[in-house]
């Protein structure tokens, strides 16, 4: 009996010292997200993008990443890990996250375990003026003062943000500004804002997709 | 209702496949099912019907090769003993009707307390939840301190260790993919090391005795009773297997003996099978291969979760028939069996379902857990501290340390 028993210990000792130099061998690495397919499903891997939409549902919040590879990612960052998360997530942010790759109908994921697996990096705001052709159809924010606020067509909001002189009109939709988490939004408070860059009417116009995306700074 | 019929007999028939194979276990057909309903027209709730069929008859049927190859499955590993005994005394009959008892009482007791139990499983697991590895840590202790020697909690301590690392560096490391380490993992801890023993066995068969007097419930109701609570506790607190829940329903009922015991850890197994789908819908948490499965398949409202419940009922019914049948066949014939014979070929399917599932890594994963598989009965401790392979990374789960201590280790 003794001679199996120091036989298994040998052999689980060896076999365990085995199996974490693979471990090792294979560590998650920065992946670049178009090059994610099927093929992940299971596997850990690091994404590191810019978050180009989000989403909030009972607690959990609902990232899309973008990154060089112009592959997007869904991430959902379920509320046990969000509630742990000291920092919040933005439209635009950088964010690097290690996860598992998991299918979730149909479509493939990135889900973090733990708050250690996000790591966000803010990105500034752009200045209003700056803002021209060469960026329509890029998600861009925003921040600056509201000079005008119209409500347009059946409850469509229009703000006119106003910074150091440059001015660019915000278009919230009624599903949008009809949403209880949407801001209360009064002339002459600051606002951040973030969404799509597009044209309407030969007008640049900044389309904002969720209410998350408008930020009230300063209430008058 | 033609199709649910079908699909419910074909997973009757792949539940009896893989209850007698030790190597093969539910969560290696379900991806063929799941395959199935992708693009094709049948129904989620068939489908999901043949998962049911296949995980409760999977229950009852895995019992006969635990009884007669003393090969279990996880969840059965703790019956082997006492069934390994019975049979010895030439009452492997008996054993499986002990075995029939349990499943189907534990199961008709389980579907009977869903509706108190609805009422309290939601907030109990909010409550719970951040507290569960506190709870997991305690379960672990308690077993660890029921080996009473000094030498048996060194033992215990260090089998859990071992198991529970390797289980850390196969299931959160991307060696293999987490669901496919999980044959390997449980066939080496419970199945390969459990049929190695017994190749060193070699006395001969007993005469088995058949005893056909009916299946006799009242007399068992404490242990099914006990064995129903630990069973809706495992369904839907992670990382507890039937064994621990079976320990734990021995000591706050103080109940012991062989029957009981064997009547007892059966009735855990159907009852877990049973609330892991309950859970899915109590708690939106998905507590088994299976019920990930059929989460994946649908969403479970309570209109599903009567549905899931009606078939589990229903091919209970069939099951505990054929179990019975199965096992009094096995029990004729068992003598005829060349012993040694069968549990290679059995250790032999094994080792090639692991290749063939998942390569070389998981063969080196399948052979280290069987190493590590081996210590419990040669150093006399139980068998289930090696249940720390799911239980040491779901306690770190919890504690939010998995990423920290992966972290440590450069991983």
């Known amino acids: ?220 | 209702m033609f199709d649910v019929l079908a699909f419910t007999a074909l997973g009757v028939a792949l539940g009896i496949f893989t209850g007698f194979l030790p190597g093969i276990h539910v969560n290696n057909l379900t991806p063929m099912l799941l395959a199935l309903a992708v693009g094709s027209a049948f129904a989620p709730m068939t489908l999901a019907a043949a998962i049911v069929a296949m995980t409760i008859t999977n229950t009852f049927i895995s019992y006969i090769p635990a009884t007669f190859l003393g090969a279990p499955e996880p969840g059965t590993e703790l019956s082997v003993l006492p069934a390994h005994r019975l049979l010895m005394q030439g009452k492997g009959y008996e054993a499986i009707k002990l075995t029939a008892i349990g499943c189907f009482g534990g199961l008709l007791l389980s579907a009977a307390l869903i509706w108190p139990m609805l009422l309290f499983i939601g907030p109990a697991y909010s409550a719970i939840r951040p507290q569960m590895h506190f709870l997991l840590a305690a379960v672990v202790i308690v077993m660890v301190a029921l080996e009473k020697s000094k030498a048996g909690i060194f033992w215990a301590v260090a089998i859990f260790l071992l198991s529970g690392f390797l289980g850390l560096l196969s299931l959160d490391t991307n060696l293999i993919r987490g669901d496919v380490a999980l044959m390997p993992l449980l066939s080496g801890l419970f199945g390969v090391s459990t049929l190695l023993l017994s190749l060193g066995n070699t006395g001969s068969m007993p005469e088995q005795r058949i005893d056909d007097g009916p299946l006799e419930m009242r007399r068992d109701l404490k242990p099914l009773f006990a064995g129903t609570a630990a069973g809706a506790l495992t369904g839907i607190i992670p990382g507890i297997g039937p064994s621990q829940g079976t320990v734990l329903a021995q000591l706050a009922t103080r109940s012991g003996g062989t029957r009981e015991f064997i009547v007892s850890v059966s009735g855990v197994n159907t009852a877990k099978a049973l609330f892991s789908f309950v859970a899915l819908y109590a708690i939106g948490r998905a507590r088994s291969g299976a019920a990930v499965a059929v989460e994946q398949l649908m969403e479970v409202g309570f209109r599903e979760l009567v549905f899931l419940v009606g078939v589990a009922l229903f091919v209970g019914g069939i099951a505990v028939i054929l179990h019975m049948k199965l096992g009094r066949f096995a029990a004729r014939n068992i003598g005829r069996l060349p012993y040694r014979a069968t549990c290679i070929a059995v250790i032999a399917s094994i080792v090639g379902l692991t290749i063939y599932y998942s390569g070389l890594i998981g063969l080196l994963i399948l052979a280290t857990a069987t190493a590590i598989g081996i210590l419990p009965a040669v150093v006399n401790v139980k068998r289930t501290h090696a249940m720390g392979v799911i239980m040491l990374p779901c306690i770190l789960y919890f504690a939010g340390l998995k990423g920290s201590v992966l972290a440590a280790l450069g991983l």
């Open chain 1, 1 to 220: 009996m003794e001679k199996i028993t120091k036989l298994g210990l040998l052999c689980s000792l060896v076999g365990l010292a085995a199996i974490y130099a693979g471990a090792i061998h294979v560590r998650p690495s920065v992946t670049p997200i178009a090059k994610i397919d099927n093929e992940f499903i299971g596997l850990k891997v690091i994404i590191s993008g810019q978050v180009v939409d989000l989403r909030e549902s009972n607690g959990h919040l609902f990232l899309t990443l973008q990154d060089n590879s112009d592959g997007t990612m869904a991430v959902p960052i379920f509320s046990s890990v969000r509630s742990q998360l000291g920092d919040s997530i933005e439209m635009l942010d950088e964010v690097q996250v290690t996860g598992e790759v998991t299918l979730y109908q149909g479509a493939l994921e990135v889900v973090p375990e733990e708050a250690g697996d996000i790591s966000i990096v803010h990105s500034p705001c752009l200045a209003i003026s700056s803002v021209d052709n060469s960026l329509l159809g890029e998600p861009i924010k925003v921040r600056g003062v509201v000079d005008k606020r119209e409500i347009v067509g059946r409850g469509n909001i229009i703000l006119t943000l106003s910074e150091d002189g440059g001015q660019l009109a915000v278009f919230v939709s009624s599903s949008v500004a009809g949403s209880s988490d949407f801001p209360e939004v009064h002339v002459g408070y600051v606002v951040q804002a973030s969404g799509w860059l597009q044209m309407y009417r030969n007008e640049l116009e900044l389309q904002v997709t969720r209410a998350s995306n408008i930020k009230v700074i300063e209430a008058e």
